[in-house]
C-alpha cells in the first residue's frame, strides 16, 4: 500500500517536471543545467522534456503495471548514467546528486 502510494507520488513528480519544462522551458535551467538555444532549442525542450517526462508521468495510470515497472528501468538506466558522467564531467552539483538519488530510489520503488 505505501509502495503504491510513493509510486503515485514519484509519477506526479515526473510529470509535474514534464509540465514545467512544456509550459515554462526557460525556467528548469536552474533545475536541470539546460538552457535553449533559441526557438530551436526551446521546442526541443518543451518535446522531449515536456512530452516524455509527462508521457512516462501519466502512463502508468493508463497502462497498469507493465508501465510502472518501465518507469522503474527508465529511472535506472538514467542514474546508472549519471553517476559516472558525474564524475567524469566534474559536475557535482547538489542539483545533480539530488536527481540522482531521486532516479535511483524511485527506479527501485516503480520496479517493485
Known sequence: MIVQFIQYIGCILTAAVGALSLFAPNKIVGFTGLAAQGPR????????????????????????NVAYTF????????????????????????SNWTSLVFELFFGVIFIL
Not at 553517476?83 to 564531467?89: A, E, G, H, R, T
Request: some cysteine; aromatic content about 12%; charged content about 10%.
Open 71 to 94: 518507469l522503474g528501468v527508465c529511472y535506472l538506466v538514467i542514474g546508472i548514467v549519471r553517476l559516472p558522467s558525474i564524475f567524469f564531467d566534474r559536475s557535482g552539483s547538489g
Open 41 to 64: 532549442g526551446i521546442t526541443e525542450i518543451r518535446a522531449l522534456l515536456g512530452g516524455l517526462f509527462i508521457a512516462l508521468g501519466v502512463g502508468p495510470f493508463f497502462l497498469g
